[in-house]
């Protein structure tokens, strides 16, 4: 997903069942003044109409919603023309909706008690082309994840990287932006878009965050330096 041009503030969707917390993510997320929730909806059928209406930038989907839930919404979101980047709101327990996520197209993670700093800033990475994944989250999904991969090939697709897309891999796996990582290493962004591209490919990875996901599983098994 490209970065989000500047120029107004972050477009923002919310979708949870639960009115005080809809309401209170949106107080939380507007506080700063860089970011707007221009559409609320209950479930996945309301989220699809929403952002079909108002097309915000980022879409924050609850997992668990009566109806359509936030896992089917999500399919379907990913395969409009311009989908916003998605990002999935959850709690501790529910590692199999999140695996599910992941391998949908979700661009993002986080839990509901996170910090509203932590929420504000990653909303503000995934509008600018970051991934953003709890870390509570990544140390949950990694054992399970780990156990389910080919290490092995993981390990030699990366070891096929160049120096340079190595330490563009890192820095995405670390949830860089596109401008992190070009003020890191002395690129252009458009210059770091095209990186981003070609790790994705030679990793056979659908997004950031499975990129991210496979750096630090190739991490756990000694790294490929």
């Known amino acids: 997903m490209a970065a989000i041009d500047g120029g107004g503030p972050i477009r923002v969707a919310l979708a949870d069942d ?7 993510l949106k107080v939380l997320l ?3 003044g860089t970011i707007e929730v221009v559409a609320e909806a209950d479930d996945g059928h309301g989220l699809l109409s ?9 879409a924050l989907i609850d997992v668990q919603m009566p109806g359509k839930d936030g896992l089917a919404a999500l399919q379907e979101l990913v395969r409009l023309p311009e989908p916003p980047v998605c990002a999935m709101l959850t709690t501790f327990d529910l590692d199999d909706y999140v695996t599910g996520a992941l391998h949908s197209g979700a661009q993002g993670f986080l839990l509901k008690d ?4 932590v929420l504000v800033r990653a909303v503000q990475d995934l509008a600018a082309g970051g991934a953003v994944l709890d870390p509570r989250i990544t140390a949950r999904l990694l054992p399970r994840l780990r156990a389910a991969s080919d290490n092995v090939r993981e390990l030699d697709l990366v070891k096929a990287l160049s ?3 190595r330490q563009v891999l890192q820095l995405l796996a670390d949830g860089r932006s596109n401008a992190d990582i070009g003020t890191r290493l002395g690129l252009t962004e458009a ?17 950031r965050v499975q ?15």
């Open 50 to 58: 929403v952002v079909r209406e108002h097309r915000p930038d980022v």
């Open 211 to 225: 990129a991210a996901l496979i750096a630090q599983r190739v991490a756990g098994v000694g790294g490929a330096r």
């Open 163 to 165: 120096a340079r897309e």
């Open 114 to 117: 996170a910090e509203p700093e």
């Open 191 to 207: 210059t770091v878009k095209s990186y981003v591209s070609t790790v994705l490919t030679k990793l056979g990875a659908q997004n």
């Open 18 to 24: 639960e009115p005080m917390l809809r309401r209170g």
């Open 30 to 32: 507007e506080s700063g």
